[in-house]
């Protein structure tokens, strides 16, 4: 199975940020500032992976430098900081330029300035073997507020002690926001114990376009609601776990072993499909009584849009939920960002 979904994704080239020497750079958003030196090293790059500054990343990589640093900062559109460190994991563990490094010790969580709770997570790698070129990689991933730092250093000189204090040097030098909204505790990622069985592939379910319409307000509204009076989400800690790990990085996770649900997760910058019972049931069931049949959502979030998929009769498998999208069988698209919010129903979906 060839798995595409970044595809499915809007297509926004990559664009240069124009950036000024020996200034800081702030994001307009999150309020994060990073200073124009981070770790002694200059800002030499900045790019743009989505538009209005939804997905940034800045490079601090100046020529003759002997650690190389980059600060990432995405929406938070979808999963948890648990998820998203993990695949940020994944692309270090899996990439021959990091020599297949090991964990030097487990990954551990932390409270980001400004938070007093342990909410993102960090880990330290060490190269296995002769011939990489890093003697250390580190990576630290932190919710604040509607978005998700991340932070990758790698290093030619350091110990993996030696680059876990840079870590937090790199930290402190970063300005954080202090009024970001709170979230939860982190717990890393764990296998899931029982894996979800798929006995029957799930078939389409293809209305008379109001549960399309139904499922497309409800994204919407949610997307409408201002960050200040959304539901603050649980306060104890969520154990997510790792379902499946297929291939480019792409993998199910699930919260708390959930069995009606999951994500499916595609690269390490927050873009995901969300699969499980849809919140059009309950209206149905009010609709329709007893006729009313459950229906399972395929939703893909990316950064500036959510994508309704047609719905199915049961939990899709992995390999069903990627065909879905792969074959770009929307049901609707909803705007969750900007002033100017669209929503667009396929009424000719078969």
């Not at 650690?67 to 695949?87: E, H, L, M």
């Not at 937090?168 to 890393?188: N, V």
């Amino acid at each position: 199975m060839a798995f595409m979904l970044v595809q499915a994704a809007p297509a926004a080239a990559q664009q240069d940020i124009a950036i000024k020497h020996g200034e800081a750079w702030t994001h307009a958003h999150s309020g994060m500032t990073v200073p124009p030196t981070l770790g002694g090293n200059a800002l030499t790059r900045a790019k743009a992976y989505a538009p209005d500054e939804l997905d940034v990343g800045l490079s601090f990589e100046p020529e003759g430098a002997e650690d190389f640093i980059s600060f990432y900062v995405f929406r938070n559109t979808n999963g948890a900081a648990p998820v998203w460190f993990a695949q940020a994991q994944w692309a270090i563990e899996n990439r021959d330029i990091y020599g297949g490094p090991k964990l030097a010790a487990p990954p551990r969580a932390f409270a980001p300035p400004g938070q007093t709770v342990a909410s993102g997570l960090r880990a330290v790698y060490a190269p296995q073997g002769d011939g990489a070129p890093f003697t250390s990689t580190a990576v630290v991933l932190a919710p604040v507020g509607d978005w998700y730092v991340k932070l990758r250093v790698s290093s030619q000189r350091r110990t993996p002690a030696e680059l876990d204090t840079l870590v937090d040097s790199l930290l402190a030098e970063i300005r954080w926001p202090q009024q970001a909204a709170g979230a939860p505790a982190a717990l890393p990622v764990i296998p899931c114990p029982a894996p979800l069985a798929f006995d029957k592939k799930s078939k389409d379910m293809i209305g008379g376009g109001m549960e399309e319409i139904l499922a497309a307000a409800l994204v919407s509204a949610a997307a409408n609601v201002d960050s200040d009076e959304k539901d603050p989400g649980p306060t104890s800690p969520v154990q997510w776990c790792r379902d499946r790990q297929m291939d480019n990085n792409v993998a199910t996770y699930r919260a708390g072993e959930a069995t009606d649900a999951y994500l499916l997760t595609f690269g390490d910058n927050g873009n995901g499909v969300s699969v499980g019972l849809s919140g059009v049931n309950t209206i149905m069931a009010e609709i329709e009584g007893k006729k009313a049949k459950p229906r399972y959502s395929v939703t893909l979030h990316t950064a500036a849009e959510d994508v309704n998929f047609v719905a199915q009769d049961r939990l899709p498998s992995p390999d069903r939920a990627a065909d879905i999208v792969n074959a770009n069988r929307r049901a609707s698209t909803v705007s969750t960002w900007g002033k100017d919010r669209t929503v667009e129903i396929n009424s000719s979906i078969k």
